[in-house]
Each structure stands twice: as C-alpha cells, then as structure tokens.
C-alpha cells in the first residue's frame, strides 16, 4: 500500500530564508506524487506534481520539488520565503490500484517569522 | 480554469436539522469526492463519484448521504448529525480514469460545518 511521511510537524523560519519541507513516501512501484498548500480557513491548492520525467518539478509561488527513488523522498524547497507562505503544507500519493485514492501526509505547518 | 465552488461556505446546524451541502465545476471532470477535515489533520476521503456513480464509501455513517444530479455538481446532504462531525468539508473534482497517471485532484475552499 501506499502512504507518505512528513516528517516535521512544524516548521519555522525567518522571512526570506530559504526552506526545505520533507516527504517520505514507501511504495514499491510507480508513483505519482503531489505537494498541496492550504492557507488558514481555505481548501487546498496544488503547488506542484510528479507525475513521471524530470526529477526537479517546479510549481506556483517559486517552490520546487525533487523526486529521489533511492531515498524515496519528495521534499518540498524555496530559496527564500516570504511572511505570505505562512501555511499547511501537504504531501500526497496518488493510489496505483485505484488512481480516486488519494494518501495524505500529516502535514507540515510552515511558520514564517519577519 | 481550475475552480471548484462550494456553497455554502459556513453552516452552523442543529443535531435534528436536515441541510445540504453543493460543490459544482465546469472543467468537464468526470471524478468528484467528498473528504472530512478537522483542525490540524489532514483529509480524509469519504466518497467518490465517477461518471455520476459512487464508486468509493470510506464506511461512512448513513446520516452523510451523497448525491451526484450530474457531471457537474456533487451534494452532501445531512440529516441527524453529531457534535463530533463537526470539521471542514472539502469537496474535490478530477479528470477520472481517462486520464490515467496524469490525473489530478483539485479543491474547493470548502464548508465549515458546525453541528450544536
């Protein structure tokens, strides 16, 4: 079965730091994995996917995100953060045997500090 | 355009009351699903609907009762709820199994439901 891991459940940082936001994820074939960032009181907003090609994914508001299968990690990356990205952050996996199954991480609350 | 729209965006109901919560889109998905948020976790499925057809009931109480009129809106309808099912609830709409590994859920801003 499929399922991610974040690692941190909390993460701070001060405005114009860079961040990275880790994600494990454990399967044994192919995956299609995805980062969603959800603001306070709002749903969720996909930032970016990997669905198969290029290893370094880029997505909305400058953040990027590296696929490695041997470490079986999707960490999420900004070179520099801004008070605005202060928000949950959330990893996911796409189910293989049934693609409507989606396994969400915990979560990751990214704390921006000025 | 990738909009998924909720109605209403809070509701506030009694434990007898009977409402019903919309979501609606017009990217042509074939997929829609209902997920149960509560503070600080991350979602979890409830239903999933593909070609207007449930496909996947994550054991959910019958007092969530879903309905898909058409391709384009999903209800949630509610009847007898509890406090403890008081959460955010998201609805989600994706291109279904046509798109094969390229498929991708996108969110609406969801409901706040609380139930007194």
């Known amino acids: 079965a499929q399922s991610v891991t974040q690692l941190d459940s909390q993460v701070p940082v001060f405005e114009e730091a860079p961040v990275e936001l880790r994600c494990n994820y454990s399967s044994s074939v192919s995956v299609y994995l995805f980062w969603y960032v959800q603001y306070p009181n709002q749903g969720l907003q996909l930032l970016l996917k990997?669905?198969?090609?290029?290893?370094l994914v880029k997505g909305i508001n400058g953040f990027e995100a590296e696929f490695n299968k041997s470490q079986t990690s999707f960490h999420l990356r900004k070179p520099s953060v801004h008070i605005s990205d202060t928000a949950e952050y959330f990893c996911a996996v796409r189910g293989i045997y049934n693609f409507n199954k989606f396994y969400f991480g915990s979560g990751t609350k990214l704390n921006v500090k000025p | 355009d990738t909009e998924v729209t909720q109605t209403p965006k809070h509701l506030v109901m009694g434990m007898t009351n009977k409402k019903s919560l919309k979501c609606e889109q017009h990217?042509?998905?074939?997929?829609m699903y209902w997920y149960k948020q509560k503070a600080k976790k991350p979602p979890e499925l409830m239903f999933v609907y593909s070609y207007e057809k449930l496909s996947i009931n994550e054991s959910v109480p019958s007092r969530f009762s879903p309905e898909c009129p058409n391709s384009s809106l999903l209800n949630l309808h509610l009847h007898a709820l509890q406090p403890e099912d008081s959460a955010l609830y998201l609805c989600a709409s994706s291109q279904g199994r046509l798109a094969g590994g390229t498929d991708t859920q996108y969110f609406g801003p969801g409901t706040r439901l609380t139930v007194l």
């Open positions: 990217m042509g998905h074939r997929a």
């Open positions: 990997y669905l198969s090609g290029s290893t």
